[in-house]
């Protein structure tokens, strides 16, 4: 407790000194009730304002489920990843036709050339 090693000093022994100390603390007592509850009511405020911001986070969230949410990035994430892959697929598909159509092209023009020369 706080008064156990220095007690409240007291106004002599009597009565009224015993009645003047008991005032002095109840108005002690009722300043830091004024305190704590002035402290709680600031808390309470606080945390009603956390609260409303936690809300508004989850009212961003389609349906208000975050949950739902990040499957949405997972799959679009995987999308993207799918379509990434095709591309790749597809640009080496076009790479491999295109040097055999270039080998085509260079053999026809070499049988021409052999052709003509052949010819002539």
């Not at 407790?1 to 002690?28: C, S």
């Not at 600031?42 to 986070?57: A, C, F, H, N, T």
């Not at 009212?59 to 949410?69: L, N």
Request: hydrophobic share 40%; with cysteine; proline share 3%.
């Amino acid at each position: 407790m706080k008064y156990e090693e220095h007690p409240p000093h007291t106004d002599g022994d009597g009565f009224n000194a015993v009645v003047a100390a008991i005032d002095k603390l109840r108005d002690e007592i009722g300043q830091r009730h004024v305190e704590n509850t002035s402290s709680l009511e600031v808390l309470e405020r606080d945390l009603k304002v956390v609260i409303e911001r936690v809300d508004d986070l989850a009212r961003g969230f389609p349906d208000s489920d975050p949950d739902e949410h990040c499957r949405m990035h997972v799959a679009q994430r995987r999308k993207e990843e799918a379509r990434a892959k095709f591309y790749e697929d597809l640009r080496g598909k076009l790479a491999e036709k295109g040097l055999w159509a270039l080998l085509v092209l260079i053999g026809v023009a070499l049988w021409q050339y052999i052709k003509t020369k052949v010819m002539t």
